[in-house]
């Protein structure tokens, strides 16, 4: 909620983080609230199915409108996943599961505002994207596009280096947001030395390109909450490690439009394919670089 107003026409905003931290989570519910609010969007998957995407969907808003004790995600995958003849509702399917029938009913209020589409890291290049753009803009709308994740939009020319080729996509991206002017939200992986514990992911720790840090409009970077409070938050209160566990640390490093080195945190929910709505500023110290315990 925090976010979602804040996106511009023009600009490109990045995602980064560690793997399994809810990168994909945290930028499908920025999408699923700018459609609630009315808004389209194109969701670019490289990762996943757009039937997993729904799945997420789904289990979102059963939390949203039916809350505790209903469906729960994995729930709602396993009616997906279960064996049934072509003709059958996915309503009469999802019945017996709490909650999950109006979760489909809030889902379906926004679905034709919402495009999910399939891409192939071989044929889903910068040309596709646009084309997909342009044609969403020609019935009228003007979408907020996002793509999961940037390494995986094949580079044209197909260019030798992995910076060469990120270099060309973040710059295709941009341009992108420039000459449709829609706001693009890409994901980002991070470089595998950054991948260790005790440390905080930055913004030069994405992978690939310093072009990634020129492009970007606004940078946001996920980091778990455990891995990057100041460890003297955990040697004296235990159950604080624990606790930690359980939320992320989602960093603005950059923003031409506004505040930057702003953190807040959001409490996961993935039994529900979210995070929690309400995210709160970090009251805690944080760690700035590597740490050396004692």
């Not at 920025?30 to 039937?51: D, I, M």
């Not at 409070?229 to 490690?241: E, G, K």
Request: glycine share 10%; aromatic share 4%.
């Amino acid at each position: 909620g925090h976010l979602g107003g804040g996106l511009r026409g023009g600009e490109l905003t990045l995602l980064g983080g560690p793997q399994g931290l809810g990168k994909t989570t945290m930028a499908l519910q920025l999408v699923r609230n700018a459609v609630a609010a009315g808004r389209s969007a194109v969701v670019f998957s490289y990762e996943h199915e757009a039937r997993t995407l729904l799945e997420r969907l789904i289990a979102l808003e059963v939390s949203l409108v039916a809350g505790p004790g209903c469906a729960t995600l994995a729930q709602i995958r396993s009616v997906f996943e279960a064996p049934g003849s072509a003709g059958d509702r996915l309503l009469d399917r999802l019945g017996p599961l709490p909650g999950a029938v109006e979760g489909v009913l809030a889902q379906r209020e926004y679905a034709a505002r919402l495009h999910l589409h399939e891409s192939s890291g071989a044929s889903t290049g910068l040309p596709e994207l646009g084309a997909t753009v342009d044609a969403l803009r020609s019935t009228g709308q003007e979408p907020l596009v996002l793509v999961d994740y940037l390494q995986k939009v094949p580079a044209p020319g197909d260019p030798p280096t992995e910076e060469e080729r990120v270099t060309r996509i973040v710059e295709g991206l941009k341009d992108l947001a420039l000459r449709a002017d829609v706001p693009v939200v890409a994901v980002v992986a991070a470089e595998k030395a950054a991948l260790v514990s005790g440390r905080r992911m930055r913004l030069h720790d994405l992978r690939g390109s310093s072009a990634l840090a020129y492009e970007a409009d606004i940078a946001l970077i996920l980091n778990g909450k455990y891995d990057v409070v100041a460890r003297h938050h955990l040697m004296y209160d235990v159950s604080n490690a624990e606790r930690f566990k359980g939320w992320v640390v989602l960093t603005v490093e950059k923003n031409r439009g506004g505040r930057t080195d702003v953190s807040m945190e959001f409490e996961k929910r993935f039994h529900e394919g979210r995070f929690d709505n309400h995210g709160r500023m970090v009251q805690e110290q944080l760690i700035e670089e590597r740490v050396f315990v004692e």
